[in-house]
């Protein structure tokens, strides 16, 4: 009987579960809504990441420079700029999986019009994060003296 009873009960909460699930559906402009706050929280984090890798490394390096230690400092720029390189990489990845996932749900519902905007949005995006990426290992490299030449 108890057997019985858990059963029956298991199946209530899956056919509930399944009607939830279908009556919620988003609409392609829920869709076209929540995947550009996403795309738009990975690059601002992104960007954030390369300002604090920057804002811990450049007094360090500054030190090992002023204490006359060139190579150590140029080791740890590049440690920095491998750093700078990998988020930048791991966060075009993520806003790239982001995107192609919702650019899919676009087209199975039929809003090609908004997958074309969001696939813009993403474009830009991952611009945006090269462009931060450029900024912060020029900031690295300004750093260290100008070779004569």
Request: contains cysteine; charged residues 20%; hydrophobic residues 40%.
């Amino acid at each position: 009987m108890f057997q019985r009873k858990a059963l029956l009960t298991l199946v209530s909460v899956a056919l509930a579960w399944v009607g939830q699930s279908s009556t919620s559906a988003q609409t392609a402009e829920e869709i076209f809504r929540s995947c550009n706050e996403r795309v738009h929280t990975i690059t601002e984090r992104c960007v954030q990441r390369h300002v604090a890798i920057v804002a811990e490394c450049s007094p360090r390096i500054k030190e090992l420079l002023a204490a006359g230690k060139v190579e150590d400092a140029r080791a740890l720029a590049r440690i920095c700029i491998t750093q700078i390189n990998t988020s930048s990489r791991n966060c075009i990845d993520r806003i790239r999986l982001v995107c192609r996932e919702c650019i899919d749900a676009l087209h199975n519902l039929g809003a090609n019009e908004l997958a074309e905007r969001l696939h813009q949005n993403c474009e830009r995006a991952i611009q945006v994060i090269l462009g931060s990426r450029t900024r912060a290992i020029n900031a690295i490299h300004s750093l260290f003296p100008a070779s004569p030449g």
